[in-house]
């Protein structure tokens, strides 16, 4: 476990899984998406019905800057129409940042951290 502080200066972008159910939460999870599309500077990922990676349950990832943090992770809380969304930095070492470095907004789902790679190539 790292013990000496790290620089946040390392956080290239951060990224929100947004998790729903097919059969029954995909209509919010796609308002959840127009929304957030609509007021925030995001990249929208592609829609993942099936897991994905280390993702247990269906979800798509929105991609955000830094200065972005501050304002779309708050609407999230309280627009997220009870939806599931690990939100994590991306600092090049993917196991760490979905494992340690996020945290979650409703349940915390399982992820298959194992599927991680330690740090990017």
């Known amino acids: 476990m790292e013990t000496s502080p790290q620089d946040i ?7 929100a899984h947004v998790y729903y159910d097919p059969a029954t939460t995909r209509p919010d999870a796609a308002a959840v998406r127009e929304q957030v599309c609509a007021r925030f500077p995001v990249q929208a990922g592609r829609w993942h019905d099936v897991p994905v990676g280390p993702h247990t349950q ?47 907004l409703g349940r915390q789902l399982p ?5 991680l790679p330690e740090q990017e190539d």
């Open 9 to 15: 200066g390392l956080i290239r972008v951060y990224h």
């Open 58 to 104: 269906a979800m798509y990832q929105l991609v955000f800057a830094p200065d972005t943090f501050s304002t779309l992770v708050p609407w999230l809380m309280l627009n997220r129409r009870g939806l599931d969304v690990l939100i994590h930095p991306d600092t090049g070492f993917p196991r760490r940042d979905h494992l340690v470095h996020g945290f979650w």
């Open 111 to 115: 992820l298959r951290g194992e599927r």
